[in-house]
């Protein structure tokens, strides 16, 4: 079965400093691997997805992930830290064994910038 | 473009009482719906999801059931909650078929908190 390590369940970082959460990942295929973003009491909005073909995904706010599948990792980045990306990010792979596309969460990372 | 609504938003029960937390897609045809639960500190873990009108697969045994009257209204029910019942209950929608890229689109979710 597939499933998903998010490294730190904090990090914190300054207002324009790079931000990194790290994602592992185990699959038996191809996976395809998804980021999304959580703000306080509200759904889950999707980053960016990889779904084999290019393998660095560029995705929305400026956030990027890079697939490597030596290292089953799939780490979302951002140069430059702005205090609205503060949120809880969760990173998933996607089952698509039993009809329907099931996604498999990691625990999620929760982001704090500070001044 | 396709929407989804969850309702109501916030539920506070007593332990014992019934539960009805619904949900509704619009602007799109025989979707994939699903029923997510987040605890905190635990990430999202799948309850149910169905494929079709009447289709219901549950991922994990538990107090509360789900079902599906009409294609875009997903509906998840208890007839006696526990304290462990409480959490944020999230719905999600999928394509289906050649359409489907993999990802799940996420309601604003509903709190539920069990007394």
């Known amino acids: 079965a597939q499933s998903v390590t998010q490294l730190g369940s904090h990090v914190s970082v300054s207002e324009g400093a790079l931000v990194l959460l790290r994602c592992n990942y185990s699959?038996?295929?191809?996976?395809?691997l998804f980021w999304y973003v959580q703000y306080p009491n509200q759904g889950l909005q999707l980053l960016l997805k990889?779904?084999?073909?290019?393998?660095l995904v560029k995705g929305i706010n400026g956030f990027e992930a890079e697939f490597k599948k030596s290292e089953t990792s799939f780490h979302l980045t951002k140069p430059s830290a702005h205090m609205s990306d503060a949120a809880e990010y969760f990173c998933?792979?996607?089952?698509?064994?039993?009809?329907?596309?099931?996604?498999?969460f990691g625990t999620g990372t929760q982001l704090k910038v500070e001044l | 473009s396709q929407t989804i609504h969850q309702w109501p938003a916030t539920l506070v029960q007593p332990v014992g009482s019934p539960l009805s937390l619904e949900c509704t897609v619009e602007?799109?045809?025989?979707?994939?719906l699903y029923w997510y639960r987040q605890a905190a500190g635990r990430g999202l873990q799948l309850l149910f999801y169905?494929?079709?009108?009447?289709?219901i697969s549950s991922e994990v045994p538990q107090n509360l059931s789900a079902s599906r009257p009409q294609d875009r209204q997903f509906i998840l029910s208890s007839k006696k909650l526990l304290l462990s019942d409480s959490g944020f209950y999230l719905c999600?929608?999928?394509?289906?078929?050649?359409?489907?890229?993999?990802?799940?689109?996420f309601g604003e979710g509903s709190r539920l908190t069990v007394l």
């Open positions: 999600a929608w999928s394509l289906t078929g050649g359409a489907n890229t993999g990802e799940l689109f």
């Open positions: 990889y779904t084999s073909a290019a393998t």
């Open positions: 602007g799109t045809s025989n979707p994939n």
């Open positions: 169905s494929v079709g009108i009447g289709q």
């Open positions: 998933a792979v996607s089952d698509w064994k039993g009809g329907g596309n099931k996604l498999t």
């Open positions: 699959s038996s295929v191809p996976p395809y």
